[in-house]
């Protein structure tokens, strides 16, 4: 089991935003959880990921604990993440995004720097490398001297996704990686989710495009007000009662595509 | 295209180091040569401002303080205790950044306009010990007869010939170790927490570490500018720690350009020069100075350094966009 939480939730104010819950990935597949809006997918996320400190429960990555890990603890464990808003930074371009999150691979100080030490002209090089190939693996490579804020959502959406493959993380959360664009960039992101397992990444998303998750996921979590209300293959959650019922009741959730 | 840019940006480098290098040569006013030197020690301090605030986006309103630290540390050291300068200079880099380092443990726990505000109030209680410690700092009256540098070899400082160079030399180390930065993946990391902390954090960067290492920094290159001014003014008066001081300094990023290279140096040039130019409406300068940095803030809110950039990247940009063709269009274009 390469992710595995035990327990895990966490109250804000007397509100069990996630309440217990007991999740595993296992390695080289794609996991994915849904539910309706504020269900505690996002929050889920960011217990696992160390954005939030879980009030219980346990969280392992590769059997490695991480429960209390601070997030750029997690990422050197082996855990990236992309958020639901593309917060890229607008102005720098693609490639200038992406080359720092190969930081954490590095170990060049402030000394390094000021001497320009080649330790530091190495990783310089390292992570400008590592950035150019995981943005040609995401296909934007011909962008990557462009300005990110000048290029359409599904291409920064893309280089979000090669920003968090930068850090050579073991698992990528993505939060609703296909918000925002269209059918066809959608089946674009689904065909890039599938090359990454392919190339033995491991992925957990979030996501309401209900199409894509049923195309994508060999496993799908359910969360209904914090809780864990069904876990299984997609064909087991369709015919799920409880998981209609939670979603008959926020009737604009997930319709779309079906 | 990058690679012409390059080389004309070293050949711009060249003529403005050559230029600075001649300059004692063919100002023989001692007035304006003091301009100058002055406009360096502010750059000095500008660039340390530039670390925490333009590079990683924190609002520092301490500057000011950590400025004062060195300057009365060589003060202090040399008037009262009789000290050489050279290792009092040294001391007052080390006691800046030391305390730096320990007031931003504390700062740093508090983000945005708060950190701001903290960080006022450290600049204010900095000034106010300098103030009210008459016993140790001179309180109101100031420190006076602050020397001029120790002989190095065969150099000697007797002039202000040979401050200027002294001073000029500081300036080019700090904007070598600038750029030495800003290049760099620490550089990267400050960028990165500037321009989101979440993201950096998921990009694995421990944001609180690399906040705390730019606060350093920058508190050790104002401990070298307040050194430095210590020696060329001769004397200190508490004034010149004073709050007003940091929001000088701001003006000369702002008018520069935050974030860049040589934002600080053009920001300090111009307000220093522009300020003794508009000398004779004394007490309206600032009238006429505030709706000018306004107007700045709103068309160029990236200083001067950031409209060079601008124009740069619009020519080189032009050519590139006939030939692909298809587009989505930029922001710049539908503006």
Redesign the interface.
């Known amino acids: 089991m390469l992710l595995k939480t035990e327990g895990l939730g966490i109250t804000f104010g007397g509100l069990k935003a996630v309440d217990a819950v007991d999740f595993e990935v296992e390695r080289g597949t794609v996991a994915a959880i849904i539910g309706p809006n504020g269900a505690g997918k996002s929050t889920f996320f960011n217990l696992v990921s160390g954005f939030y400190r879980p009030t219980s429960g346990h969280v392992t990555l590769e059997d490695e604990e991480i429960t209390n890990l601070p997030a750029h603890r997690t990422v050197r464990s082996g855990m990236a993440r992309t958020f639901q808003t593309t917060n890229l930074f607008k102005e720098s371009s693609a490639l200038d995004n992406v080359i720092v999150g190969h930081r954490v691979r590095t170990r060049s100080n402030i000394f390094d720097a000021i001497f320009r030490t080649p330790r530091s002209r190495r990783e310089n090089r390292q992570c400008r490398d590592r950035a150019m190939e995981a943005l040609s693996f995401v296909g934007v490579d011909h962008l990557a001297d462009r300005t990110v804020g000048s290029l359409p959502q599904e291409a920064q959406k893309r280089i979000s996704i090669a920003l968090a493959l930068a850090t050579d993380p073991k698992i990528v959360l993505l939060d609703e990686p296909a918000a925002g664009v269209n059918n066809e960039e959608t089946q674009g992101l689904m065909d890039l989710i599938r090359k990454m397992v392919e190339h033995d990444y491991t992925v957990c998303l979030v996501e309401h495009k209900m199409g894509m998750i049923m195309g994508l996921a060999d496993k799908i979590m359910v969360l209904n007000y914090g809780q864990k209300i069904a876990e299984g293959p997609p064909e087991e959650i369709q015919a799920d009662e409880s998981v209609i019922e939670a979603y008959l009741g926020a009737e604009e959730e997930g319709e779309e595509d079906a | 295209m990058q690679v012409l840019s390059r080389h004309w940006r070293k050949l711009a480098l060249a003529v403005v180091l050559l230029v600075a290098l001649l300059i004692p040569l063919f100002i023989d006013n001692q007035y304006l040569l003091g301009l100058i030197m002055l406009a360096y020690i502010w750059a000095i301090a500008a660039y340390g401002l530039n670390v925490l605030l333009g590079y990683t986006g924190q609002l520092t309103l301490a500057h000011a303080g950590f400025f004062g630290i060195g300057a009365y540390t060589v003060g202090i050291l040399t008037v009262n205790y009789g000290f050489p300068f050279w290792p009092s200079l040294l001391l007052a880099v080390v006691f800046a950044s030391v305390l730096g380092f320990l007031i931003g443990i504390f700062a740093l726990r508090t983000q945005n306009e708060y950190f701001a505000i903290f960080t006022l109030g450290v600049g204010f209680v900095i000034f106010l010990v300098i103030e009210r410690w008459e016993s140790f700092t001179g309180g109101s009256l100031g420190l006076i007869g602050v020397p001029y540098p120790e002989g190095l070899g065969p150099i000697q400082f007797e002039g202000p010939e040979q401050l200027y160079y002294l001073i000029l030399a500081f300036l080019v180390l700090t904007i070598y170790?600038a750029a030495?930065?800003a290049?760099?993946?620490?550089?990267?990391?400050f960028?990165?927490i500037r321009?989101?902390p979440?993201?950096?954090?998921?990009?694995?960067?421990?944001?609180g570490r690399t906040k705390q290492?730019a606060f350093t920094?920058s508190t050790a290159i104002a401990g070298l500018s307040g050194g430095l001014y210590a020696t060329y003014i001769g004397f200190l008066g508490p004034a010149i720690v004073n709050v007003p001081t940091t929001f000088e300094i701001l003006l000369y990023l702002l008018v520069g350009g935050m974030g860049s290279l040589s934002g600080p140096l053009i920001g300090a040039f111009l307000v220093t020069t522009i300020f003794e130019y508009f000398q004779q409406f004394e007490a309206y300068r600032l009238v006429i100075f505030g709706p000018v940095v306004i107007l700045l803030i709103i068309f160029f809110p990236r200083g001067l350094a950031g409209l060079w950039g601008e124009l740069e990247a619009r020519v080189r940009r032009s050519p590139e966009k006939e030939a692909e063709g298809r587009e989505?269009?930029?922001?710049e274009e539908v503006r």
């Open positions: 170790v030495s930065i290049h760099s993946l620490v550089g990267r990391s960028i990165a321009n989101s979440d993201l950096a954090m998921a990009a694995g960067i421990n944001v290492l920094i989505e269009p930029s922001r």
